[in-house]
């Protein structure tokens, strides 16, 4: 064993709060909510200790708002909270996607709607993460399949909102948060470590909002002597707001090319058994598990059926089912909701290969047998 590695057995939600730490994230506000609340209750003991700061909000329009403040003062900011809560995020999300601040929320889903089966597992918000909002924004949510996976991608999630200067949704389903495993904590020391750019001119020279070469502003921190104007409104490059067509068309064009231009590293994808794959299985979050299960039952009754395991959710990757197509016959996306990734994998194919899928929505997970069933079903 290398003793620089520390093993350590815990569930999902925990894996998020110790991703969390080796980012960096120094306050979180949030409110306890169910299937979320150990994240909080992990940085409510840890954060403090580390010299970051918690605070617990009478409620989640509160909690996000109290992390905008934290992240335009200089913190790198993370919430966490559920269906319900993400709900009242909205508003300020949107907020902090035009104003171009960099937070994390995590949004550990239970069935919906409203307050729904509170301690089930769903993939329903899936999804509200890309539209919750109003307007046109850019967003990016990442969602990990395995406690593992929990940790590094709160790593990710931070470091691509510190990256690009904008909010990351973290989804994961009940099952991911509250299972447990044993998890690789590597030494912080080789945790990479993203920070936003600050701006080095003088300070009469400040833009807040002139974009560098890699479409992002530098961003400075109240408090750092920088002139700083933060509205809601759509603005110029002062930060002022402005209702010129030309100035508008520039504010909102380019809260897309900025993510835009990092949408290879941003768009996180896996394949399984895909070099020789026939057929696929596009899954994310616990229904990977599943999958996978059923792919090596599928392999051993001479189906060649392949995984696609979707990292990042928003943007879509659809280069991860571009590149296949010519060799797919049929693909399979089974989720805990209606089908909601199902109409993204719809949308790219466009009819190129015979596309099925398999819901629950019900509070239980998809079993194996049940993909298995359905995959031999779509190959007769």
């Known amino acids: ?46 954060l403090p200790a580390t010299g970051g700061k918690f605070i617990q909000m009478e409620d989640e329009i509160g909690s996000i708002a109290a992390i905008i403040g934290a992240s335009i003062g200089g913190c790198k900011s993370l919430t966490a909270t559920s269906g319900p809560g993400f709900s009242l995020m909205q508003e300020n999300l949107g907020f902090a996607c035009l104003a171009e601040i960099p937070l994390v929320i995590v949004n550990v889903m239970r069935t919906g709607p409203s307050t729904g089966l509170a301690t089930s597992p769903s993939q329903g918000d899936v ?33 691509f909102a510190e990256k690009y200067r904008n909010p990351v949704i973290l989804l994961m389903d009940e099952v991911i948060g509250h299972m447990r495993a044993r998890v690789n904590l590597p030494p912080r020391s080789m945790v990479e470590q993203i920070n936003r750019v600050h701006p080095n001119m003088p300070h009469e020279w400040y833009l807040p909002y002139e974009r560098s070469a890699t479409g992002v502003a530098p961003m400075a921190s109240f408090g750092d002597g920088y002139r700083y104007h933060i509205t809601g409104l759509i603005h110029d490059a002062k ?20 993510i835009e231009r990092g949408f290879s590293e941003i768009c996180l994808v896996d394949y399984e058994y895909m070099e020789d794959a026939e057929h696929a299985i596009v899954a ?30 928003w943007p879509f990757p659809r280069f991860a089912l571009e590149r296949f197509l010519p060799q797919l016959k049929t693909i399979l996306v089974p989720e805990l909701n209606m089908g909601q990734i199902y109409r993204e994998v719809l949308r790219v194919t466009s009819g190129k290969a015979i596309i099925e899928k398999l819901n629950r929505v019900n509070g239980t997970i998809i079993a194996p047998q049940e993909i298995v069933k359905t995959v031999k079903g779509m190959v007769r």
């Open 239 to 258: 930060g002022f707001p402005t209702s010129n067509p030309n100035e508008a068309r520039d504010n909102i064009r380019g809260l897309f090319a900025k």
């Open 284 to 313: 994310y979050g616990s229904m990977v598990l599943s999958a996978r299960s059923a792919i090596e039952q599928l392999r051993e009754s001479g189906i060649k059926v392949g995984l696609i395991k979707l990292g990042t959710l």
């Open 127 to 159: 999804m509200q993460a890309r539209w919750g909002t109003h307007g046109d924004h850019p967003i990016i949510a990442l969602t990990p399949s395995s406690v593992e996976e929990a940790f590094h991608y709160t790593i990710k999630a931070v470091n």
């Open 1 to 46: 064993m290398n003793k620089k590695t520390s093993y350590q057995l815990m569930q999902g939600n925990e894996a998020v709060a110790e991703g969390a730490l080796a980012a960096g994230v120094s306050f979180f506000a949030g409110y306890p909510i169910t299937p979320s609340t150990e994240i909080a209750e992990v940085l409510a003991d840890r």
